[in-house]
């Protein structure tokens, strides 16, 4: 018996086989699919070179505007501290003042060819001076006018009891002597402001050897800082060494 063919061509089977997945693997992939892929992470971005340099133009601007305007208050400072309210009285002849630096009280002395000093501080009857604006250390200033040839004079500019009959306070008396005596002049005057203790004795002065009213010598105390509120006849001071004072004969 014949062995029967089949009518369809012989196919060889193919080695190829479909590549299979594990299925796990298979599930995994299914239900976690990949992550999106990260955008890349940006930083912040500062002001950068061209901001910079603007703020620094800024500072700069700014640190020169302080500087320009810091100059005046500090000249200022300098010369109040210096030379402390030092004015010319009567030219050639009397001058007023603060307390002045050591060397502000040397640069005056040299510069007027002051020869007495009249220190009228009655809290200090030597006071000690500071020696420059930025020098804090001190000198006494009868060793600076000692040094310099310069007479140097401490008064107290005393008040008369409102119970007393005195017409006017101790200390004129040798103040006139002072200023009677041409070899006294230039004279400086001063206390520690330059305004009150001060401001009374040139009054005095004007008074009495210029002749001026006591109207006119308080409008000067006015002018150089003695204060409005204060000029006037309730203060002891302008009662008694202004309103009260009446000038020696002539």
């Known amino acids: ?3 029967t063919t089949s009518s369809r061509p012989f196919r060889r089977k193919s080695s190829k086989r479909g590549k299979r997945f594990p299925l796990a693997q298979s599930s995994s992939r299914r239900h976690n699919p990949a992550p999106p892929a990260m955008a890349p992470v940006r930083r912040a971005r500062g002001p ?5 340099m603007r703020l620094l133009r800024a500072t700069i601007v700014f640190a020169i505007a302080l500087f320009i305007a810091g100059i005046p208050l500090l000249y200022h400072r ?3 501290t210096t030379h402390k309210r030092f004015r010319e009285v009567s030219a050639g002849r009397v001058y007023r003042s603060g307390q002045m630096t050591a060397d502000g009280l040397a640069a ?3 510069e007027h060819g002051i020869r007495t000093v009249i220190d009228v501080q009655n809290e200090f009857d030597d006071p000690d001076l500071r020696a420059a604006f930025l020098n804090p250390g001190t000198r006494k200033e009868s060793a600076i006018c000692r040094q310099l040839g310069v007479q140097f004079i401490n008064l107290d500019p005393d008040l008369v009891s409102r119970k007393e009959r005195n ?7 040798p103040f006139l002597a002072i200023m009677d005596d041409p070899a006294n002049y230039p004279v400086l005057i001063h206390c520690k402001a330059g305004l ?4 009374v004795l040139v009054a005095v002065y004007r008074m009495e050897y210029e002749g001026w009213s006591p109207s006119a010598a308080m409008q000067e105390m006015k002018d150089h800082g003695f204060g409005n509120s204060a000029c ?5 001071y302008v009662q008694q060494y202004v309103l009260r004072y009446q000038p020696r004969a002539r």
């Open 167 to 173: 017409p006017r306070p101790k200390v004129i008396e």
């Open 78 to 80: 300098y010369h109040l």
């Open 232 to 236: 006037t006849s309730a203060n002891d």
């Open 196 to 199: 009150h203790r001060t401001g």
């Open 108 to 110: 005056a002395i040299r």
């Open 1 to 3: 018996m014949k062995a």
């Open 48 to 52: 950068g070179r061209a901001g910079e």
